[in-house]
């Protein structure tokens, strides 16, 4: 059996939303799933699942506080660990990371949540695991209503909605068979 963990940060339950459908699709699919905050994830090895999902909102173009820190002290620890990245970040068989991230990019659109899963990216990488997709999330500026309603995407308030949770729930089904 695969093994999965979900990772996210959230603040208005956009992404736990989203974190939680894909754990059910993930477990659907046959893997046994863990589904954990950032802050709850310091212990956790990643090492020790075959696919790390993480998720989080992106906040002025960038991963919030809690999950850069997350991210950065892993790549440490890690460091310490394993001694420093080798030229080219060679890849771990069997290590393989999905990547989502909520946005609602009132200003500019998607580009303002790229940013924020490229740095995802790279620490993933540097990891040494095999990035399979990146998953982007339209959802509602929560406690904003212009930026729900007047912004780039227009009205996107309710979103994520029910039916986008299920089409990730089917997506993260469908992921399983590219372990």
Same mark, same amino acid.
């Given at each position: 059996?695969?093994?999965?963990? @979900? ?12 974190? %939680? ?16 905050? @950032? ?34 002290? %892993? ?7 394993? /001694? ?9 068989? /069997? ?13 500019? /659109? ?40 007047? /912004? ?28």
């Amino acid at each position: 059996m695969k093994k999965a963990v @979900v990772i996210y940060c959230s603040f208005t339950g956009n992404t736990e939303k989203v974190a %939680k459908s894909i754990a059910s699709g993930l477990s659907k699919a046959g893997c046994e799933v863990a589904l954990t905050t @950032v802050k709850e994830a310091e212990n956790i090895d990643i090492y020790a699942y075959d696919l790390v999902c993480f998720g989080v909102p992106s906040i002025n173009w960038y991963l919030p506080k809690p999950a850069a820190d997350y991210l950065k002290g %892993k790549f440490e620890q890690y460091k310490k660990d394993f /001694g420093p990245v080798p030229p080219c970040a060679p890849s771990k068989p /069997g290590k393989n990371a999905l990547l989502f991230c909520t946005w609602s990019g009132p200003h500019t /659109g998607i580009r303002e949540a790229i940013p924020c899963v490229l740095a995802m990216q790279q620490y993933f990488e540097h990891f040494g695991f095999t990035v399979l997709d990146e998953w982007y999330v339209l959802s509602e500026f929560t406690g904003h209503e212009e930026n729900s309603t007047m /912004g780039r995407m227009g009205d996107i308030r309710g979103l994520p909605s029910a039916a986008d949770l299920l089409r990730i729930e089917k997506q993260a089904e469908n992921i399983v068979t590219r372990l």
